[in-house]
């Protein structure tokens, strides 16, 4: 039997009884969009679609309307599920309108009666979706995540007389197009601009703030937390400190599971890290190997890297003496993270009999944001022969001209330890959020 998951209500917070009732207001009913931007989690999303809908079908019968998300799959389980049943016990009807694809729908109300087409805003390509729509408004769940041509195309489509747009999203760069173009000129696109913050979400407890306020350090803080549209400059690990440099893992500590990560190159240089979690509940970075095949002028093959591969694993395996023979165990891991990109490594390696390999996800922010977090918290370890990784912490810093393209992306040198630290991380990002979230911070 399925499990039905009860919806509690929550009376609305001042801001989120605004973005219900702003289309009918005398003083905003005359605005040509609303923008909603702030904290993640401050209660912006749920309020804005059910507005959306209700003002659609109290405005308009049988005309066209558009949602969009960064996919159609994150816009159904962020917006869709949870607004259709919102939706039902007001008294609408939703259905799939059979005639057309399977993300469109029809709802109903009385005897108003409109159309909803789901979008996804993935990347430059996303725009040829819209091409051809005509729709009395647009709404664009985190809109700061999808391409300015995408954005453009489906606004462009909202030509019906007295159409309407919907903006909500988290911070970004101060330097981020929707932010120069939409936010910084809300008087000259007659727009309605409301900030978010945590507290402006009634169904947040003290408790699950006070867990998202532990999740994000630094530039994601301010964001995030925040709510405010900052930079990332500088190093990007500014809270890394040489006390987390140690000679060995304390006797009173047991490392309880290990993982391999990999970030491979051939010019660039290729990095294998041995990561442990200890008794204490920290990440120990136990050993690197590290070769840049342009410094050295000794490139590498293949199988040359996964021979170096197996012998890391035998250098920090376990030894055995047998009848006065050494017998060696290689590492006992969970897996092992590669470069999801190096395809002809992983191929080799598993021609050579490595079976447990994992591609790792390649997410460069969240992968960022976790370990900024996990080494605030004081859960951070470097053993001090790791000297490439800990050159890199030192290092590693973003990109200032990505900055004015309004990018946040760290640049692409003294990052091949950090990209290999960071394919763990985001591998095995549910045990950390749950270190975070659980521990106090260890002395």
């Not at 959306?52 to 558009?66: D, I």
């Not at 978010?196 to 630094?218: A, I, Q, T, W």
């Not at 995030?224 to 400190?241: H, P």
Request: charged share 25%; aromatic share 14%; proline share 3%.
């Amino acid at each position: 039997m399925a499990r039905v998951t009860r919806f509690r209500f929550k009376p609305f917070s001042k801001k989120q009884k605004k973005i219900l009732t702003w289309w009918m207001h005398p003083e905003y009913k005359n605005y040509d969009a609303i923008i909603c931007d702030g904290s993640i989690r401050s209660g912006k999303t749920l309020p804005m679609s059910l507005s959306f809908v209700m003002w659609a079908m109290e405005s308009f019968r049988y005309k066209n309307f558009g949602l969009a998300g960064k996919t159609v799959g994150t816009l159904k389980r962020n917006v869709w599920i949870q607004l259709k049943f919102l939706l039902s016990i007001r008294g609408y009807k939703v259905g799939r309108m059979t005639d057309s694809s399977e993300n469109s729908y029809y709802i109903r109300k009385g005897s108003s009666i409109n159309y909803f087409y789901l979008f996804g805003g993935r990347d430059e390509s996303s725009q040829d979706s819209v091409q051809g729509f005509t729709a009395a408004g647009f709404l664009f769940d985190e809109v700061a995540i999808m391409p300015k041509s995408f954005v453009q195309q489906a606004v462009g489509r909202c030509s019906e007389e007295g159409a309407k747009l919907w903006f909500n999203c988290n911070p970004d760069s101060p330097y981020h197009w929707f932010k120069l173009e939409w936010i910084d000129m809300v008087k000259e696109k007659n727009a309605l601009h409301i900030h978010f913050l945590l507290d402006d979400n009634p169904s947040l407890s003290k408790e699950v703030k006070e867990r998202y306020m532990k999740l994000y350090v630094g530039i994601f803080y301010q964001r995030f937390i925040l709510g405010l549209w900052v930079l990332a400059e500088g190093i990007v690990y500014s809270m890394f400190k040489d006390s987390m440099i140690v000679s060995s893992v304390p006797k009173n500590v047991k490392i309880q599971k290990k993982w391999i990560s990999i970030d491979y190159g051939q010019s660039n240089a290729t990095v294998f890290l041995l990561i442990g979690i200890g008794t204490d509940g920290r990440m120990y970075i136990l050993d690197e190997y590290y070769h840049e095949g342009r410094t050295s002028q000794s490139q590498k093959s293949p199988a040359a890297y996964s021979k170096d591969y197996f012998k890391f694993l035998k250098k920090n395996g376990t030894k055995e003496i047998i009848d006065d023979r050494v017998k060696i165990y290689p590492v006992n891991k969970e897996t092992t993270f590669v470069d999801p990109s190096a395809k002809g490594f992983i191929m080799q390696l598993y021609e050579d009999g490595e079976r447990h390999i994992s591609p790792a996800i390649n997410k460069v922010n969240e992968g960022i944001e976790l370990l900024s977090s996990i080494i605030d918290n004081d859960l951070f370890r470097v053993l001090a022969h790791c000297t490439n990784t800990i050159s890199e912490f030192n290092a590693y810093s973003w990109d200032p001209k990505a900055q004015e393209r309004g990018e946040d992306k760290p640049l692409k040198t003294h990052d091949h330890c950090m990209d290999a630290i960071r394919y763990y991380v985001n591998g095995t990002r549910k045990i950390w959020q749950r270190m975070i979230i659980t521990q106090p911070r260890i002395a």
